[in-house]
C-alpha cells in the first residue's frame, strides 16, 4: 500500500513557477513509476510527466521544456517544478504511483490546486 501527499500548490501570475512535491508513504517508493496528472475545470485528468525508478522521465508535449520531474528515493519525495506558467496550466495536479512494469496507477493522491493568473 501507498500513500501520497501533494504539496506546493498556489496561485502565481504567468510566467512565474512553481515547484509541487509529493510525500510517498510505503518501503518500497523506490521501484515505483511516479506521476504527475492535472485535471482542468470540466475536463478529463490528462498526464503531465512520470519518472521512473531510473530516473528516467516523460514529460506531455504541453509541458516538455518547462517542468522538470525529479525524485529523491531517500526522502519518498518526487517533485514537479513548473515554469514559465500559462494559464492553461491551471488545474488540481495529482499525484500518482504504479509499478515499474507498466499498468494502471493504482495509488493517487488527494491532489493540489494550481491556479495562474493573466
Known amino acids: 500500500q501507498v500513500q501520497l501527499v501533494e504539496s506546493g500548490g498556489g496561485l502565481v501570475q504567468a510566467g512565474g513557477s512553481l515547484r509541487l512535491s509529493c510525500a510517498a508513504s510505503g518501503r518500497t517508493f523506490s521501484t515505483y513509476t511516479m506521476g504527475w496528472f492535472r485535471q482542468a475545470p470540466g475536463q478529463a485528468r490528462v498526464f503531465v510527466a512520470n519518472i521512473k525508478s531510473s530516473g528516467y522521465t516523460y514529460y506531455a508535449d504541453s509541458v516538455k521544456g518547462r517542468f522538470t520531474m525529479s525524485r529523491d528515493n531517500a526522502k519518498n519525495t518526487v517533485y514537479l517544478q513548473m515554469n514559465s506558467l500559462k494559464p492553461e496550466d491551471t488545474a488540481v495536479y495529482y499525484c500518482?504511483?504504479?509499478?515499474?512494469?507498466?499498468?494502471?496507477?493504482?495509488?493517487w493522491g488527494q491532489g493540489t490546486q494550481v491556479t495562474v493568473s493573466s
Open positions: 500518482a504511483a504504479r509499478q515499474d512494469s507498466g499498468g494502471t496507477y493504482d495509488y
